[in-house]
Structures are given as C-alpha cells and as structure tokens.
C-alpha cells in the first residue's frame, strides 16, 4: 500500500491528510506492516477523455514476449471477465499476471472523511480485483492499482493512493506471490465529484498508455 495521496485537475497544491499508508517500494521485507506516515495531496491534470488507437506494434520493445494469452491494447471486458497483462513493477519485477475486476462498488462520501476538505463533495468508487501470477516470475510485494472511467469514458480527474479500511482494502502481493498461480485480492479507491464510475482501466506500459484494456458493466 503506497502513501496516501489524492490529486485534482489544477494548479499544484500540497495539504496534509490523516489517512495511513505505506511508502512506496523500497524494503520488500517491510512491505507486510501497515505504517502510518504522513500523507499529502498534490493536483496533477485530468486524463483526456479519449484516447487516440495504439499501434498494434507499439507493445515490441524487443524484449521477451510475456507469458500468456495476452489481451490486446484497447479490450473492452466485463466486470469478472479475466485479462493477461504484462506487468512491470520495477526493473527487477516484471513478468505476466492476470486481472479479474470482481466489483465496481459505490461509497458513501463520508468514507471520504480522512482526506479532509479537499474531499468534501467526492463520491468514492471501489474497484476491487483479483491478480494472478500467470508467468511464475517473482512479483512479491508488488502491488496494481486500476484507474477509474467516468460514465461516457472520461477520465476522473482524481488520483487516490491509499485506502479505505474494511471497505477498500489496497494490498500489494504476498511473499508467496512468485510462483504460476499464485494469487491475492486488492482494490483501488477512486472517486468522482460529478459523472459515476463506471469502469475501470489498465493503462500501464507503452502499449496500453494510448490503448487501455477497460473493465465495464
């Protein structure tokens, strides 16, 4: 679970927020134990509404083809719908998992409450999801997160890092999570202060930047 962190569309600001969070990366062993730092908010763009078509050659660094069926850039997919995806956490953990979104699941805005008043008006989405090793490659510690869709395909504007206790749990993988079909339940909060959330994106890699896999009702 990395810092907590909430970002809008505009100008940069930082402010602290109560919410508890682990430090991104760093010891892998530590990785397990929940601290409570101090987290921060700073505001980033929004993400375009519509993404321009991925060259289907786009994804060829070179590199070893990951291990799987592998979805394409731009596979539209249900809510429970399975879909094998590189995946590349840093340079040394990097390989194949598979992504089932189980649940797009609405909040109530005063689960907001520990982000303070830059929260005030967001409705919290959960996307909650299960991750599977599909390549066998060592991925402990490891976390994934989704970004959200707004109803018509906009982009949320908001970029949440961190979680909601009991209600949005944000898990990175577990020591065992190294061999093929190991896997472990994790969510990513998202919210909106408009539009409903209505799907969920992977967008990571210069394959799918342009192009993302999206989870839908």
Wanted: aromatic share 6%; with cysteine.
């Amino acid at each position: 679970m990395r810092k907590a962190r909430i970002a809008f569309a505009a100008a940069v600001v930082t402010v602290g927020l109560g919410l508890s969070g682990c430090n991104d990366g760093g010891d892998d062993s530590g990785s397990s134990d929940k601290a409570k730092p101090e987290a921060s908010a700073t505001e980033s763009p929004a993400k375009d509404e519509e993404s321009p078509a991925a060259d289907e050659g786009s994804g060829d660094d070179g590199r070893d083809a990951p291990a799987g069926d592998v979805a394409k850039p731009g596979t539209k997919l249900k809510v429970g719908d399975r879909a094998v995806l590189p995946f590349e956490y840093t340079s040394e953990k990097k390989g194949t998992v598979a992504v089932t979104v189980t649940e797009i699941a609405k909040g109530a805005e005063s689960d907001m409450s520990a982000f303070g008043e830059k929260a005030k008006g967001m409705t919290p989405y959960y996307i909650k999801m299960k991750v599977e090793n599909v390549g066998g490659t060592d991925l402990t510690y490891a976390s994934l997160k989704l970004d959200g869709v707004l109803e018509g395909g906009g982009g949320t504007g908001v970029v949440l890092i961190g979680d909601i206790p009991g209600k949005c749990d944000s898990e990175s993988a577990p020591a065992e999570f190294k061999t093929k079909g190991a896997s472990y339940e994790t969510c990513t909060l998202t919210a909106s202060k408009g539009a409903p959330v209505t799907s969920a994106e992977f967008d990571e890699g210069d394959a799918y930047s342009d192009n993302p896999v999206v989870w839908g009702s």
